[in-house]
């Protein structure tokens, strides 16, 4: 009876080992070198983090008047940012996506409500399976137009009864730096449709966003 249990203890730490192995938002492949951007004339960007990055890339570039996304780190006090150092804790950097789109096609404010329909804002520090300050909900602004628009728009989000007084966990925070992520980590999801991870959290999170929001994906030619 005591080797049993101890057979069917083994099985179920196995159990746990692989399910955190296989749902881990950590690159295991590194791709060549992505060509630089260049960004056209009026392209504005925005940086927004809402847990892995992998997941956050794929939803905004598959949104119409967005150009291109770059996985990387913001929010930290450290002068550089590597993604060994963000997982580890100490620097504060949190995983955000830098967002070069075309205001004349898609607003800041539809943005927003990307970002806030795109994730569990309620969740401190965490997102799906991925825990940690480097996974928290923050919106990085650059100046007080983008600030207050965020703050209208949360405030928008309680006074509609989507989420309860005092429950979202977003951090409005100021924007002091940008730093790209290793190449591996960019177009990781396009690049890795049958990794684990992505199969198990990256594509039902882009599909559920992509089912609620049809009319803002870059099939639809329209502004909004």
């Known amino acids: 009876m005591i080797q049993k249990d101890k057979m069917k203890y083994f099985g179920l730490m196995c159990g ?62 450290a002068n550089d940012a590597s993604y060994d150092q963000v997982s580890s804790g100490n620097t504060n950097h949190a995983e955000t996506v830098e967002i070069y789109y075309d205001p004349t096609k898609v607003s800041y404010t539809t943005l927003l409500k990307i970002f806030y329909d795109s994730h569990d804002a309620t969740t401190l520090n965490r997102q799906g399976p991925d825990a940690g300050r480097q996974y928290r909900s923050a919106i990085f602004y650059q100046n007080e137009g983008e600030k207050q628009a965020a703050e209208q728009y949360i405030a928008s989000l309680y006074g509609t009864g989507q989420y309860k007084a005092g429950t979202i966990t977003t951090t409005l925070e100021k ?15 396009r690049l890795n449709p049958s990794q684990p991870y992505i199969k198990a959290v990256s594509v039902p999170r882009l599909k559920k966003f992509q089912n609620k929001n049809p009319e803002l994906l870059k099939k639809q030619e329209a502004k909004h």
Do not use: M, R
């Not at 630089?36 to 504005?44: C, H, R, T």
């Not at 924007?175 to 999801?189: C, L, R, S, V, W």
């Open 175 to 189: 924007f002091t730096g940008f730093y790209a992520a290793e190449n591996y980590h960019q177009d990781y999801e």
């Open 16 to 77: 746990v080992v692989l399910s955190l192995l296989f749902q881990s938002c950590k690159a295991e492949t590194q791709p060549a070198a992505k060509p630089a951007f260049v960004p056209s004339p009026g392209l504005e960007k925005a940086y927004f983090a809402s847990g892995c990055f992998w997941c956050v890339e794929a939803i905004f570039e598959s949104v119409y008047g967005v150009e291109e996304v770059v996985s990387g780190y913001c929010g930290g006090s």
